[in-house]
């Protein structure tokens, strides 16, 4: 693992904390990190680094559902969104997704190792594997697999939640809307 200290790998197990109101009640408030705006709940600054020789940040917020405590993750680089993905989901019915994030040594991809499980019967059903996103600079991060991702797999219902997002951030956002939060539903757990 020092070995790897050169390659600058970021690790971050980001759990879902406790969810957050705002300070009027629950209305809407917004911070702005990396020079986007997000927000305010459980916002932080996960990773600062070099994305295709640019400067990039990911940034972690709240977006809390009825169905459960999510965090999502944006990656801001020449001063726009060019990624949002689902970093961490804590559902009511037990279910749980995390994501550690790394930059890959090319310094073009991000590698999101992703462990998820959800109850099934007396058991629980779990999932790992590893997502990549590269950056072009005329667009968004695009979903890069290494392999074809199997059909019925949560990775697969990720992958179909991100070809959502992206038209979305294709417009070149200098933040994170609510209406982007809304259209990220939660985690789906195929049985």
Known sequence: MFRRGLLM?????????APARAADGGAEESATLGGIGVPAARARVLAAFPLGGAPAVALAFAADLPEGTRDLLAVAAAGRVVALEVLSWRGADGSLLYTRLSVVP??????????ASAPRGRGFRREQWTDYLAWREAGPMADAPVRPVLAGTWQAGLAAQRAGVLATLAVGLRGVPPALV????PPLFPV
């Open 182 to 185: 809304a259209a990220c539903p």
């Open 9 to 17: 790998f970021l690790s971050v197990l980001a759990w879902p904390r």
């Open 106 to 115: 090319d310094g073009r991809r991000l590698r999101l190792e992703r462990t």
